[in-house]
Structure formats: C-alpha cells, structure tokens
C-alpha cells in the first residue's frame, strides 16, 4: 500500500495518538505455513456451543437467577443447540444452583450436553465437579490465560510455571472424573490469539495426552480471540496452523470462541471453520464481555443464507429474540442482522421499487413451478433471505417517508387497502405523498396513505352529479340522465356511449364542460381516470358501485380547480 496520500485524496493527520499502539504483528507471531482456508467452502454447520448462561452472563450487571437461566436454557434446547456452556458453578452461589437444578433432572434432553466452565485452581475445580454430580453427561471445561502479556501481568507466572499449572488441574481434574463415562474435558488458552503458537500446541498436545483423548472420546481444544487484536485472516492463520499441527488430530474437537473488539467476530468464526475449526462457541446475538461475543444467530442464518442447513431451527426469530431479551435485559438492536427490526424494511424509492417487483416475479415463479411461496427459490432484491422464513411477515417490509418513491407508495396502497393504482397514475400520488411527507418529516402509515389518497381522489369539487342514472337501452349503448351542477349553472343533461364513462363524458359536454378521457382503468375496488379539460390534466379515482362514474368526476374537479 502507498504511504504517500494522494492528490485525489484530501484526507488529513487526526492529531489522535495512534502511536500508542502497536500492530498486530508485534505482538504475536503468526506461523507461516501451507493457507487451505482462502479457497475452502463451509458445506455444513460446526457444532454451535452457546456460552450465554457463562460468558453471555458474566457481562451482565445483573447475573441471570435460576428461572432466567431456565428459561434461556429451554429456548436453547428447543431451537435444537445440543453443546450448552450452563454456567461457571466456582463463580457465584446462582451459577452453582443453577448447575444443581440442571442435575436435579427434568431439563436436560439425552441429546444436549451441559458445558460447565472452571479456573485452573484445585479449589475452584473441586466445587465444579461438586455442582455436576448426577448429570448423566457434561464437559468440564478448564481454562487460563497462556499470553506473555497475560502470563506476566496477570498471573505472574512463566510459561513452565503455567504448563505445571494447567497439568496439575488436568490431572486434578481427571482424578474427580474418575472412570465417569459421561464427563468429557475442554480446555481453553485464553488469550490464545497473543500467545506463541508452540506453547498453544505444547499446552494442548500435553492435554490430550494426558486426558488420553481418544476418536470415541474426544478432547475439546478451544481457541479464544479473548479480545480481538488482528484483521480476520490472521486468526484464520492462527487456527489453520493449530489444526494441521496437533497431535491426534481425531481425537480433537477444535473449537474457536471469537469476540467481537473489531467488530469482526462473525467473520473470525467463519473464517476459522473454513480453516478448520469444528465447533463455534459464542452468544446469541452477540451478548458478552465488551463488545460480545460472536453472534451464532448472524452465523447460523448466515449459512442458511448460502443454502447450508444450521441445524439450528430459527424459524421463529422473534421469539428467540424476546426471550433473549428478557432474560439479559439488553435490547437486540433495530439493524442487528437477521433479527432487528428494521432489517427487511426498505424506506428509500429505489430500494422499494425493486422489492415491489422481487416479490411479485417470486409470486409468479412459484405459480409457474407449481409450488407454495414459501418453498420457491428466492431471489428478491435487497432482501437476503425471505422474511417469512424466520417468522417475519412481509407488512412492514416496504415503509414510506420522504426518501420514497411511486413502487413503495403503490406497494403500501395495494396490499393494505387493495387498490392498486395504475403504473401512469403512480407519480401523480406518490408527488402528493412526497409533499406530505416532506412537510411531516415523518413516515406515513398505509391508513395515513389511504387518507392522502382519500382526500385527494375521492372528495367532491367545483362539479357535482347529483340525481343520476345509467342504461343500456340497446347492447353496447349506454345513456346517461343526470342534473348537473357546474359553477354557478344547474341543469338536467343526458348522454350517450359505448360505456358509463363515455356517457357521462358526453353529458358533461351538454353541460358545458368539455372532458377528454386519456386513460382509464378499472378493476372490482377501483377505477382510475386521467382526463384533460380546458388543457389541464388531472387523475381521479373512484371507488365503489359508481366508481368509473366518480373517477371521472374526480379527475375533472382536480383539472378545474
Ligand atoms: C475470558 C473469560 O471469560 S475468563 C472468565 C471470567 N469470569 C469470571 O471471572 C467470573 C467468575 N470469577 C470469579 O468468581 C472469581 O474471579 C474467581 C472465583 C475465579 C477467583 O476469585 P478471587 O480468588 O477472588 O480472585 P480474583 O477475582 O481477584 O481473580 C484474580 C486471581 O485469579 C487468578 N486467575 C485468573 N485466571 C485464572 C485461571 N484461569 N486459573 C487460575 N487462576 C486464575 C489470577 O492470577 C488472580 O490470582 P491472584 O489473586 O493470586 O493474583
Ligand atoms: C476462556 C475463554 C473460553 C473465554 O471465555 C475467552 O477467552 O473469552
């Protein structure tokens, strides 16, 4: 890359000390070695691990109790997560109980294994192993940070020293196991993203000798991006170097369990899993320390979106999303992908127009396969998926304001109120509504869009029709008898032609005012005029019985005024 700026580019020094910080490259040391991952593809789901009951939870100021942690745990279930991290039972009286009640039996299906998370401390591991008696199954998961910043500052600790910590826990560890057939072991380096690759695989080698992991029991080695430091590649790097270096690779599940500090923990995760990751440990919806964890709702739909199933049922979005929301006490917010609530909302004309025509060609692929909507290939622009597939319906995905265009304005128009207004009379509305909105500055509702459209096309003006009637007195003649009142004269007129409109048209030439019917349209909610008098052209709208009558009334009263 240039380091000299140029002449196109006007941008200026910030006067920010960003020469405090060092890049990445300075503090770790990332193995160069054979890349796989930059052409790899992702054809099936990793194993999802939600930690929201243990990382999700330790973030938050007030810790969830057993019934929040209940009910977040039988969401997880239910949406089919079989790997849940439930609590860190050393940590707090609540996450022990909450363990203990998971034991007290009921809650935990055959197929859905409790992760129980514990420091390298005899201690701290004792009270775990105490907190899972009576679980059928469970991963006890150790952990401690392995860095050199870390190693040094945090734990004052050598790397020998911290190798002789983490095998005295292991080794504790596996003494309270005993010969369980249920208990499996995890074990994280925390911090794993700073710490010299060889101390990772000497730490984990070790583990998995130790634990005597073994393909039908295999041991979970996690890798942390405890804090986020580097652009995605690097931690792809990191795990690709990691997979292709352990030792007894079978018997490994390798996990990653990305933050989000860059805000680039979704694509650390999917670019780890194409580097060789097997399991992704995160939050739904991206709760957790700082920034939060990896998001595994954005990673599960993002897979679905690419056609790979997630294993994961997120059919009901909302659901899962108000659950979450109760019981962290954090709000998901309005542009979170998939989840927020204004994601499959359009505002903006073009955006609207093109949706508008998405949907409708999606309709009639689906009548010509033959199929429901639901189950035709999707290809609707701007929006990624279909909103119905994740329990959204399609009401609020077109919104009108002033950024908006005819597409938006007669999409609104059709499916609420069924009117579907003619493509030529679409800019004449959608100017009208343009106006409002603009002297509003706020969005219109599809009822706040009927009234426009009510008051502009269906109210009465200079010309008025009073007592009338139509006939037909032979096929394809019709005659009109009307009084008519037109400024300042009243008076009786007939008219005749070969429909309604054209009679009407004739009786108001009797009557002085002179109509010529550009354009007309009619279907069984409305019908549409546009018609040109005295060289002034207008749109009118009727509804009703005598809608092709009072659409050509309309149009002439907005040509007069
Ligand atoms: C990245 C992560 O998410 S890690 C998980 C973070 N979660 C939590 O901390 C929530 C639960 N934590 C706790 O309940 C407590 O911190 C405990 C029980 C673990 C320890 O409590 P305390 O003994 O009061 O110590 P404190 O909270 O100050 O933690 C610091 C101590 O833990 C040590 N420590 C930090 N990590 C580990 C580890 N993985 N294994 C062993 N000891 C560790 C530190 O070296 C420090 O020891 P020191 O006091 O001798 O310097
Ligand atoms: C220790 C691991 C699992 C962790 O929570 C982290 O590094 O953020």
Request: net charge negative; glycine share 8%; with cysteine.
């Amino acid at each position: 890359m240039t380091t000299t700026t140029p002449v196109w580019n006007p941008q200026r020094p910030s006067g920010m000390p960003y020469h405090r910080y060092r890049p990445f490259q300075e503090r770790v040391h990332v193995p160069a070695g054979h890349r796989g991952w930059p052409s790899a593809r992702i054809e099936r789901a990793p194993l999802w691990v939600p930690v929201d009951l243990r990382d999700g939870n330790q973030a938050l100021a007030e810790p969830m109790d057993t019934p929040r942690k209940r009910r977040f745990f039988d969401l997880l279930t239910a949406v089919g997560f079989k790997e849940i991290e439930v609590g860190y039972p050393s940590a707090s009286r609540a996450d022990f109980d909450f363990v203990r009640h998971l034991a007290g039996g009921g809650a935990v299906p055959d197929d859905v294994t409790p992760v129980v998370f514990t420091p390298a401390r005899a201690d701290l591991i004792d009270r775990t192993f105490d907190a899972i008696e009576g679980l059928p199954r469970a991963v006890v998961h150790l952990y401690i940070a392995t860095s050199p910043v870390w190693r040094e500052v945090v734990l004052g600790r050598s790397r020998a020293e911290v190798r002789r910590t983490v095998r005295e826990a292991a080794e504790h560890m596996a003494r309270r196991a005993g010969d369980a057939p249920g208990i499996r072991f995890q074990f994280s380096p925390e911090t794993f993203n700073l710490t010299e690759p060889d101390f990772v695989l000497e730490l984990c080698d070790g583990l998995t000798r130790l634990w005597d992991a073994s393909p039908d029991r295999p041991v979970t080695h996690n890798l942390p991006a405890t804090v986020e430091i580097a652009t995605p590649n690097v931690y792809a790097d990191q795990i690709e170097y990691v997979h292709r270096n352990l030792s007894r690779r079978d018997s490994v599940i390798l996990s990653v369990h990305p933050h989000n500090d860059r805000g680039t923990g979704v694509a650390c995760a999917e670019l780890a899993v194409l580097a060789g990751a097997q399991r992704v440990e995160g939050c739904l919806f991206g709760n957790g320390e700082r920034t939060g964890n990896v998001d595994l709702v954005t990673l599960a739909l993002n897979l679905y979106a690419q056609g790979v199933d997630p294993m994961v049922d997120l059919g009901d979005l909302d659901a899962v999303r108000e659950t979450v929301e109760h019981c962290n006490r954090l709000p998901v917010h309005p542009r979170h992908p998939y989840a927020g609530d204004l994601v499959y909302t359009a505002f903006s004309g073009t955006h609207q127009d093109a949706i508008g025509k998405g949907l409708a060609r999606h309709a009639r692929r689906a009548a010509e396969l033959g199929v429901p909507e639901s189950a035709a290939p999707w290809a609707v622009p701007y929006l990624p998926i279909d909103p119905a597939d994740v329990g959204r319906s399609y009401e609020a995905v077109i919104r009108v304001n002033s950024q908006s265009g005819k597409g938006g304005v007669a999409y609104l128009l059709r499916t609420h109120h069924g009117i579907d207004l003619p493509p030529r009379m679409r800019p004449d509305f959608a100017r009208v509504v343009q106006a409002a909105t603009d002297d509003s500055g706020r969005e219109a509702t599809p009822k706040e869009l009927y009234e426009l459209f009510r008051a502009t096309y269906l109210t009465e003006g200079a010309v008025r029709l009073h007592a009338w009637s139509a006939h037909e007195p032979s096929p394809g003649v019709h005659r009109f008898v009307c009084t008519l009142e037109a400024g300042d004269r009243v008076g009786d007129y007939e008219g005749t032609g070969a429909g309604v409109p054209t009679a009407f048209v004739d009786a108001l030439a009797g009557a002085g005012v002179p109509v010529e019917v550009l354009d007309f349209t009619e279907d069984g909610t409305a019908a549409f005029a546009e018609c040109r008098v005295g060289g002034v052209t207008a749109w009118g709208a009727g509804t009703g019985p005598s809608a092709a009558v009072h659409a050509v009334l309309s149009a002439v009263n907005r040509a007069v005024r």
